[in-house]
């Protein structure tokens, strides 16, 4: 990319979009096209469409989907596949017919087996069944990054999907109805501290076991594998076959230790309860992220230093 290159970035309120926004104009990325929802619905073909014919961004980072944790993933289970097939399908096709030269599709870690072996590398997709939970949000997502693989082996694009780990940081969601752990339980500990509560309830039995990458660092692989990987530098010989990258931290907590860790950070004094008559979900979800490493990238954010900066922009931002 060059500086003046047209970047589109879809989804650049969210976490993760919000984050590559930022990591682009620190490197000295000019020319970046930013809509919003009621701006633009990239559900909307002939919106979409339109936009791309103005426009003809160049590269871009489609951060865009319906998003959330174990309840809403389980609620909305319609609205879940039907909103990021949408999506992503308009995004990618449209980037075909108006000749992008480069698309980053961000997945999620959710797309492997339940049951995947330790840690989870590119190669264990569709090798079993799906944590039934989220199963309609993955389903969404694996299609979308063979829908980029795809396109790469028909029309000769390239299209790049990466798998990130669980993800945290500015711009998070922290409602308690529909966030994901981490920013729930800064949410659940500044209130119990608030409100001076003696007990923190937490669902499940704080055993499982997850990995979390802070969203800048998420951002920085983003731009990484923009900037410097192709897809023939990964699809290999033969078969092409989970062409899609990994990006993780590199090792896991158990969410018993998160909460100990969230809680010193906020300075709640109170007892923590898990209620283990709530689902824990897969009990661990650690990424191989081998293949990136192997790029030439790694993170730079300590998960008990993130946790700070995010709990800083918590309450500047959305407890101000």
């Not at 997502?141 to 790469?152: F, P, Q, R, V």
């Not at 499982?208 to 998420?218: A, K, V």
């Amino acid at each position: 990319m060059q500086k003046d290159s047209k970047i589109f970035v879809a989804g650049h309120r969210g976490l993760v979009g919000s984050a590559i926004v930022n990591e682009l104009k620190a490197k000295g990325y000019e020319n970046l096209l930013l809509k919003t929802h009621s701006e633009l619905d990239l559900s909307d073909y002939q919106a979409l469409d339109n936009y791309f014919k103005t426009h003809h961004p160049e590269y871009v980072f489609l951060a865009a989907a319906k998003v959330g944790g174990i309840m809403a993933n389980n609620t909305y289970r319609a609205d879940f596949i039907y909103q990021n097939l949408m999506i992503q399908n308009h995004v990618i096709h449209l980037s075909y017919k108006y000749g992008v030269k480069k698309l980053l599709f961000l997945g999620s870690s959710c797309i492997y087996p339940k049951n995947a072996k330790q840690p989870i590398s590119e190669d264990e997709l569709l090798q079993g069944a799906l944590e039934y939970t989220n199963e309609p949000y993955a389903i969404a997502k694996i299609a979308g990054l063979k829908m980029c693989e795809s396109y790469n082996l028909q029309y000769g694009t390239n299209f790049l999907s990466v798998m990130p780990t669980n993800l945290y940081g500015e711009n998070d969601n922290f409602d308690l109805q529909n966030s994901h752990v981490l920013p729930a339980l800064i949410a659940k500990f500044h209130r119990a501290k608030k409100e001076g509560l003696g007990l923190v309830e937490i669902w499940g039995s704080g055993r499982p076991r997850r990995e979390f990458l802070h969203s800048s660092d998420m951002a920085r692989a983003c731009i990484y594998v923009m900037e410097e990987v192709d897809f023939d530098d990964i699809k290999g010989e033969g078969e092409v076959r989970n062409t899609h990258i990994n990006i993780g931290y590199g090792c896991d907590v158990s969410i018993a230790e998160l909460a100990e860790m969230v809680r010193d950070v906020v300075g709640y004094k109170g007892e923590i309860y898990f209620d283990t008559t709530k689902p824990d979900g897969t009990f661990q979800k650690l990424m191989d992220s081998s293949k990136i490493f192997s790029l030439g990238w790694k993170p730079e954010i300590a998960l008990k230093d993130g946790i700070k900066q995010t709990y800083e922009w918590y309450i500047a931002n959305v407890e101000c």
